[in-house]
């Protein structure tokens, strides 16, 4: 589901980068999202359908998801193995 204030990629319009969620509507049925793109020093609103919309991980979540993974593998790591 999307959120307002959430970072999101468009997809199959790579060139825009990642833009922050400002509103979201209900048209017919479907749900809405107009996005704020930065662009040297302007900002761009542009209104994309959910389905064309990609989240993008914050860099704190990207820090949580590594040091969860490298947790893991130490821990697998110093387990014993079994030896024959």
Known sequence: MIEEGK???IYSRPELGSGE???ITERQGKW??????????E??????PENMLTPVA????VMK???LINLLIF??????????
Do not use: C, N
């Not at 900002?43 to 994309?48: G, H, L, P």
């Open 7 to 9: 970072k999101v990629k």
């Open 21 to 23: 969620i400002y509103r």
């Open 32 to 41: 809405y999202a107009d996005v704020v793109f930065h662009r040297d020093s």
């Open 43 to 48: 900002r761009i609103i542009e209104t994309y």
């Open 58 to 61: 914050s860099i704190l979540e």
């Open 65 to 67: 998801r590594t040091i």
């Open 75 to 84: 821990f697998l790591s110093s387990l014993p193995t079994k030896s024959r």
